[in-house]
């Protein structure tokens, strides 16, 4: 029950309250290029949510392992190699989370050219380009901090990118639907293109904000025992 | 040393000289306005000037050094590994300058948090290995990378301007505006990002616009 809060919990963070595109930001260069048709947009979005999955639990794997200090495998190669104690591999971890990101690409890339040869060609250069969104490096940097912080483990991790990308897919639909119509507006001529997409997205941004407080609201309705906290966890949140 | 020699010879450096490359990188060709690079930062770390303007200088840090760096080893790249080499060398100036932040400015490290490490798929530093580091030799692409990052300069420091003093009344946390004008929240929170950039967009083209109607008028 308590995992399934947790999880909940993040669940719903990930997708709705802090959603990726309208709260942190990343992942724009999709959500203002492809968001011109609502099919291209679902597509991109299903995209954008494998791959971030795939790369999550890679991610979470490499954390767990290898990158974090005191990970069992680079501590037993450091032993082997005759040092002491445990290894500290996390200054390596952004190279490393780029290798597993442009790999998990590659995969997605071959196997929707090989079963969705429609789809593949209606990405066209915004498949590779999935390598950069950010995106999927936040999710995985969002997972090592947790991972390294000794919060999450392996169901956690992976349910954070899975809604993340939910989220995203979310948002850029509903962009392509918006966007769609306007289309038939009349815009003034130097708001044309990016920038009325801009505005477009503040409206929407307006709207998901109105998510925030339901977070709070959510863990006190799942965990009875938060709601009257003990004297002591009162006190700290006072001092905070 | 081993980079010189692959050096190619100087013919291979034709194309833009350095002041173009330098000038076009700030207004003409203006990574984010002109362009549309590197929004992700551009929207997300623009609440107030002292973060944007952090996120600048490591964001300039990391360009001009893979910039160079590109340049110097562009004898010996190869077509279809071209893009992970870029990757490699921005990620791992990026995790110089991330150490550099944490290390010297802790808190403004925790406050642009993942922002720093996402420096690596900023679209603005693989356009520009791409466009010149891959291309021309390492005086050029200094003066490229310095050029384009005063414009991302340019962009950030506008958009948090205009969100810190209507979000905050403040500017680099001096106070500017007067007690009695009211503050508009929304301008430091998310919504608050896209309609400031979006509005900056529309000023920018509306700019140019006039710019290319008043030539035309010159030379008609």
């Not at chain 1, 005191?70 to 002491?84: N, T």
Request: charge should be neutral; include cysteine.
């Amino acid at each position: 029950m308590e995992l399934f809060a947790d999880l909940l919990l993040i669940a719903v963070g990930a997708a709705l309250i802090n959603n990726f595109v309208l709260s942190y930001f990343v992942g724009i260069c999709p959500f203002l290029g492809v968001s011109r048709k609502i099919d291209t947009a679902l597509g991109m979005g299903l995209a954008v949510t494998f791959v971030i999955t795939v790369a999550g639990f890679l991610s979470w794997t490499l954390t767990e392992f290898v990158l974090r200090p005191g990970a069992p495998l680079a501590s037993a190669v450091w032993r082997m190699l005759g040092g002491e104690g445990g290894a500290d591999l996390s200054v390596l971890s952004y190279i490393a989370y780029i290798f597993v990101i442009a790999a998990s690409v590659q995969f997605v890339e071959m196997y929707v050219k090989k079963f969705f040869p429609p789809l593949y060609k209606s990405f066209g250069v915004f498949l590779p380009l999935i390598t950069t969104n950010c995106a999927i490096l936040f999710a995985c940097l969002l997972i090592m901090k947790e991972v390294v912080g000794g919060n999450w483990g392996l169901a956690e991790s992976l349910t954070l990118p899975i809604f993340g990308g939910l989220g995203f897919t979310l948002a850029i639909v509903l962009m392509a639907g918006i966007r769609v119509e306007l289309d038939l507006a009349d815009v003034p001529k130097p708001l044309r293109g990016a920038p009325i997409a801009m505005l477009t997205a503040a409206i929407l941004a307006l709207a998901f904000l109105g998510f925030t407080g339901m977070g709070a609201s959510l863990k006190q309705a799942l965990t009875p025992a938060a709601a009257e906290p003990p004297a002591a966890v009162a006190a700290v949140e006072v001092q905070r | 040393m081993a980079v010189a020699e692959v050096e190619l010879p100087a013919a291979v450096d034709e194309g833009p000289t350095a002041a173009e490359r330098f000038l076009a990188g700030i207004l003409p060709e203006n990574p984010v306005f002109r362009q549309l690079l590197g929004m992700c930062p551009t929207l997300a770390v623009t609440a107030a000037m002292k973060p944007a303007l952090t996120m600048v200088a490591a964001t300039a840090f990391v360009l001009i050094s893979a910039n160079v760096l590109v340049s110097l080893i562009r004898g010996l790249l190869k077509p279809h590994l071209r893009i992970l080499v870029f990757t490699l060398t921005i990620a791992t100036f990026v995790t110089i300058a991330d150490r550099l932040l944490a290390a010297f400015l802790y808190p403004m490290s925790v406050a642009l948090g993942p922002y720093v490490p996402l420096i690596i798929v900023n679209c603005i530093i693989i356009a520009r290995c791409e466009v010149c580091g891959s291309k021309q030799g390492p005086g050029r692409a200094f003066a490229d990378a310095v050029g384009n990052s005063l414009g991302f300069l340019l962009a950030l420091g506008s958009v948090a301007t205009v969100r810190e003093i209507l979000g905050m009344g403040t500017w680099f946390g001096l106070p500017v505006l007067p007690e009695m004008i009211p503050r508009w929240v929304v301008m430091v929170m998310p919504p608050g990002a896209f309609l400031a950039l979006g509005l900056l967009l529309g000023l920018a083209n509306w700019l140019e616009a006039r710019r290319a109607r008043r030539a035309l008028r010159v030379e008609g």
